[in-house]
């Protein structure tokens, strides 16, 4: 799977969008990008994954460039709540056994201000 | 509510006590995972199953064991706890493909003495 690398910590005011950028310059074309954030010590969350479209939930959205090899990841009114570690993640289609594991970086520590 | 269940969530016990810490998910999940996470190491995977007695060996695999005989449970065995698995301990489970995601359990912080 492919390296990411994400800046190690950003601050974001509370109520303003979050941009939270990831590298993911080797990823491969049939490697998903997926991001998890981790609240203090809690168990991580999946907030959302993409393959090349940008993608939007009811959390965040995910912007995926044209080369694919960065993403940025939006939180559009970031709230104290979502201070947190969060994980950018390459994966690739599942393949059996260990292909589903996820492996988990030093990620971003997200802190909003209020 | 969907959700992946572990127990306890703080234990304190000393070298070489056996314990058993629990996880149940009620997803309906083929795939299931242990990790633990240590500062400055990040998340590790310790065992997975791939769906009811099938387990296999994660990065860290030593000193515990696992067993998965029905689909909801999968609980991890540290037969003889050392200092050195101390961590914070978290389940994981997803459907097998893992694409919609991994759901994690609240976690449970071991501390051996």
């Known amino acids: 799977d492919a390296k990411t690398t994400q800046p190690p910590s950003m601050d974001c005011a509370e109520g303003r969008a979050a941009n939270l950028p990831c590298n993911h310059s080797?990823?491969?074309?049939?490697?998903?990008v997926y991001w998890y954030r981790q609240i203090h010590s809690q168990g991580p969350q999946y907030i959302i994954h993409?393959?090349?479209n940008n993608e939007t939930n009811e959390m965040a959205s995910l912007i995926i460039t044209e080369d694919r090899k960065s993403s940025t990841l939006i939180l559009p009114h970031a709230t104290l709540r979502d201070t947190a570690v969060y994980y950018c993640?390459?994966?690739?289609?599942?393949?059996?056994?260990?292909?589903?594991?996820?492996?988990f970086g030093t990620g971003t520590l997200l802190a909003v201000q209020p | 509510e969907a959700q992946v269940t572990q127990n306890p969530r703080y234990l304190i016990t000393v070298t070489g006590k056996k314990l058993t810490v629990t996880c149940s998910q009620n997803?309906?999940?083929?795939?299931m995972s242990w990790y633990r996470q240590d500062p400055g190491l990040g998340l590790r995977q310790i065992y997975y199953?791939?769906?009811?007695?099938?387990?296999d060996k994660g990065d860290v695999p030593e000193g515990y064991k696992v067993s998965r005989k029905e689909k909801r449970n999968f609980p991890l065995i540290l037969e003889s706890p050392s200092p050195n698995q101390t961590s914070l301990y978290f389940c994981?489970?997803?459907?097998?493909?893992?694409?919609?995601?991994?759901?994690f359990g609240s976690g449970t912080r071991l501390t051996v003495v």
């Open positions: 994981a489970s997803s459907f097998a493909d893992g694409y919609y995601g991994y759901t």
């Open positions: 080797t990823i491969s074309g049939n490697e998903y």
């Open positions: 993409g393959l090349k």
């Open positions: 993640i390459v994966r690739g289609p599942y393949a059996g056994g260990a292909t589903n594991k996820l492996i």
């Open positions: 997803m309906n999940h083929e795939y």
């Open positions: 199953s791939m769906n009811v007695e099938v387990t």
